[in-house]
């Protein structure tokens, strides 16, 4: 039987917006096609940080203060953290873990330092970026829909956007972007939580994952998403210009 082992990154102080329903959704989306699923949480009291079976990394949001404690331990698994995307490793990152993969976030009085994995910066806003957000993308069949609640302003370069904003805000209000998608890393603002409200992404998560694990794998076994696509798809016909 073939087995994905999720690691959750720091699920004590990064767990803000129904991160473990996002856990809960990769978890069960495998175990419903017959494929073990494992799921391990490190923690700031844990040690021994190794990345060597690791299948799946999910970094999820936290407030300022606590994105700061994260992201000082953090620097110290920079280079593994780094090994592992180049490696074509899969990351999730929302919100706040978001930020922390790129080169800094700067407040009004510091500059919280990044792991510089996205050649990306973020930068404190005036106001919060609040509320319902669409995304039209396409690498998947279905708008991407989710929830932000964000300070910052992402600024991602040369980076390819997770998404396109059709109604919301996105990374920095203005250029129409949300998110990244490097290598096989996904990366947004959008929680609330993610994916169970978006099947078909969290199916590419886990696809990628798969194929990296076990190159000859053919692809996902459909599954009967037809509450998950109903729920979608009222939040698009409800914010939709």
Not at 37 to 55: K, N, P, R
Not at 168 to 182: C, P, Q
Not at 195 to 204: F, G, S
Request: contains cysteine; proline residues 3%; aromatic residues 10%.
């Amino acid at each position: 039987m073939m087995k994905i082992k999720i690691l959750h990154l720091y699920p004590d102080l990064l767990n803000l917006y129904g991160d473990k329903g996002n856990i809960e959704c990769m978890r069960s989306r495998l175990v419903w096609r017959g494929i073990d699923a494992e799921v391990v949480a490190y923690t700031c009291e844990d040690t021994g940080f190794d990345l060597s079976d690791i299948d799946i990394v999910f970094i999820g949001g936290g407030s300022d203060r606590e994105q700061k404690i994260v992201c000082s331990r953090l620097l110290e698994h920079k280079d593994a953290l780094k090994s592992y995307v180049e490696d074509g490793g899969s990351l999730v990152a929302v919100c706040g873990g978001y930020q922390l993969l790129g080169k800094y976030y700067k407040l009004q009085d510091e500059t919280i330092e990044g792991l510089d994995i996205l050649d990306i910066y973020t930068e404190q806003g005036k106001k919060r970026l609040i509320g319902n957000i669409v995304l039209e993308t396409d690498f998947i069949d279905e708008k991407i829909v989710g929830f932000e609640n964000h300070g910052g302003r992402t600024y991602i370069g040369e980076h390819t956007p997770l998404g396109r904003v059709a109604y919301g805000y996105g990374n920095d209000e203005k250029s129409g972007a949300e998110g990244v998608i490097y290598k096989n890393v996904v990366a947004t603002y959008l929680h609330g939580p993610l994916l169970p409200k978006n099947p078909a992404l969290c199916d590419y998560i886990l696809t990628n994952a798969l194929k990296r694990k076990n190159p000859g794998f053919e692809g996902l076994s459909p599954l009967d998403d037809d509450l998950e696509k109903t729920a979608n798809e009222y939040i698009v016909n409800r914010f939709k210009k």
